[in-house]
């Protein structure tokens, strides 16, 4: 009885990680990212993912004995991590923002509501875990309800021009890298801890990106980041960039890759939420409905178990 609440608990406190995770990269969205409009995607992204990966050095450099025990797929692993969510996955919800200039959000919302739909299927095929039927329920139930909390009984609104199209496909490239990321994830954390995990992933990321932003001639233009954007990357760095995915990797080393692709759908209802704050946009009665069928979801899919048949594969 001991035991099952205990694990009750911890499935709760590492879900709500992941939820608080999802809400960061909503206000990032929202309220931070704009203000770095003006510089090149590629050049964003490296440049947080380097601060980063710099203040987490002093920390555990000490502690990289574990690492002599990774093998290939190990290192593989986090390299796909750093691949597909530190650099393709965030440049391109970083682009996708900003074609639609932070204020019709409704199209790169709507795309990242497939994220867990390819993650749940990436988990499925790769980690091998094994879903009930009512993880489906209640996964189905939450997507829907993200639909309505962001558009109501409305249709999605395409009329942002040319752009949209463009828009459209950063962010569902955006929603496969990330889905990717939590899966590759899930297998990276199997042998550190979370904290090596995290360093991991930012280090192999501002690798990743700066021989991107080296190859495209963007990282001259570091020499054009005001006083302004450095207090911005130092404010992500500390809050949605390291400290959200400290939280998100102590959340998904104690639960499953698919439950925690739902949990990230905190990330749409938080950016709804601050979009009536910071765009004035008011919610409907059909949206504030869906929004608690969102959070009723999701927390019944938190508590589902599910376990990896491969979690002692090395």
Not at 43 to 58: G, H, K, Q
Not at 160 to 177: H, Y
């Amino acid at each position: 009885m001991k035991n099952n609440f205990k694990n009750s608990e911890t499935k709760f406190l590492s879900s709500a990680a992941i939820i608080i995770a999802a809400s960061l990269w909503g206000v990032d969205g929202i309220v931070l990212r704009p203000s770095l409009y003006s510089l090149p995607v590629p050049l964003v992204v490296f440049v947080e993912s380097a601060i980063v990966a710099v203040l987490l050095t002093p920390f555990l450099i000490k502690r990289i004995s574990p690492l002599k025990s990774l093998t290939l797929k190990d290192w593989i692993a986090f390299v796909g991590v750093a691949l597909f969510g530190g650099a393709i996955g965030t440049m391109a919800i970083t682009k996708a923002l900003f074609y639609v200039n932070f204020v019709n959000l409704s199209i790169v919302i709507l795309l990242q509501k497939l994220q867990p739909v390819f993650a749940i299927s990436l988990a499925t095929l790769l980690l091998k875990e094994k879903l009930p039927k009512e993880f489906f329920l209640w996964a189905s139930l939450a997507i829907v309800g993200a639909y309505f909390m962001t558009f109501g009984l409305s249709s999605p609104n395409f009329s942002t021009g040319d752009k949209t199209t463009i828009a459209a496909l950063f962010a569902l490239l955006a929603a496969f890298s990330f889905s990717s990321s939590t899966v590759l994830s899930k297998r990276a954390l199997r042998n550190v801890n979370y904290e090596m995990g995290t360093y991991l992933r930012f280090l192999f990321a501002a690798i990743i990106m700066l021989v991107i932003a080296a190859s495209t001639g963007d990282i001259s233009n570091i020499k054009d980041i005001t006083a302004k954007q450095t207090v911005i990357f130092l404010i992500i760095a500390f809050t949605t960039g390291g400290s959200a995915i400290f939280l998100y990797y102590y959340g998904l080393k104690r639960i499953s890759a698919s439950v925690a692709s739902i949990c990230e759908l905190a990330f749409p209802l938080t950016a709804v939420v601050l979009d009536y704050f910071v765009h004035d946009n008011i919610l409907s009665p059909v949206q504030w409905i869906g929004t608690g069928v969102l959070i009723i979801s999701i927390l019944k899919v938190s508590g589902i178990n599910i376990t990896p048949r491969l979690n002692h594969e090395k």
